[in-house]
T-cell receptor, first 111, second 116 residues
């Protein structure tokens, strides 16, 4: 069975610092990877998607993918209190199949 | 732009009662549609997905069923709810997949179900 593993946290980071979130996946056939942010009581919202090895940057967010190590990470620069949320990592084997999610990492940005 | 709606937002139901949750998408045609459940202490679990009208794939054996009577409508049902059906039910859509790459999925606001 496909699995996505994340450290549940909480991960506490001072405001203005870099938050680093990590994720590993079990299926070597996975081709698509996603980071979602979920505030308490709300539905997940997309942060970034990544499909190729290397880094992908979007504003304060950088996603990193290493398929050889089956590892995905998300860096948040200049962390803000509004970044405090649970971050969900997900992967997909492709096509129209659904996503496999990790249980999420709870991030707390300390003012 | 595309919009996804879910209702009701919250629901409290007794054990053994029926269930019907509805999801509709606006602003796109022939989307892929998905039902997920998020239970306390567990990650998001895929329940069903659909690539077209009347086409339903089930991921987890359970007492739930799904239907897609129209292109942009996805319904989750149960004839008799169990206590273990409590959770946060999320509908998601993605553009029609043109190749092997999974397109991004976008989530609706969710329905919080409590079975007593």
């Amino acid at each position: 069975q496909k699995e996505v593993e994340q450290n549940s946290g909480p991960l506490s980071v001072p405001e203005g610092a870099i938050a680093s979130l990590n994720c590993t996946y079990s299926d070597r056939g996975s081709q698509s990877f996603f980071w979602y942010r979920q505030y308490s009581g709300k539905s997940p919202e997309l942060i970034m998607s990544i499909y190729s090895n290397g880094d992908k940057e979007d504003g304060r967010f950088t996603a990193q993918l290493n398929k050889a190590s089956q590892y995905v990470s998300l860096l948040i620069r200049d962390s803000q209190p509004s970044d405090s949320a649970t971050y969900l990592c997900a992967d997909s084997g492709g096509g129209a199949d659904g996503l496999t999610f990790g249980k999420g990492t709870h991030l707390i940005i300390q003012p | 732009s595309q919009t996804i709606h879910q209702w009701p937002a919250t629901l409290v139901q007794p054990v053994g009662s029926p269930l019907s949750l509805e999801c509709t998408v606006e602003g796109t045609s022939n989307p892929n549609l998905y039902w997920y459940r998020q239970a306390a202490g567990r990650g998001l679990q895929l329940l069903f997905y659909s690539v077209g009208i009347g086409q339903i794939s089930s991921e987890v054996p359970q007492n739930l069923s799904a239907s897609r009577p129209q292109d942009r409508q996805f319904i989750l049902s149960s004839k008799k709810l169990l206590l273990s059906d409590s959770g946060f039910y999320l509908c998601a859509w993605s553009p029609t997949t043109s190749g092997e790459i999974q397109e991004t999925q976008y989530f609706g606001p969710g329905t919080r179900l409590l079975v007593l």
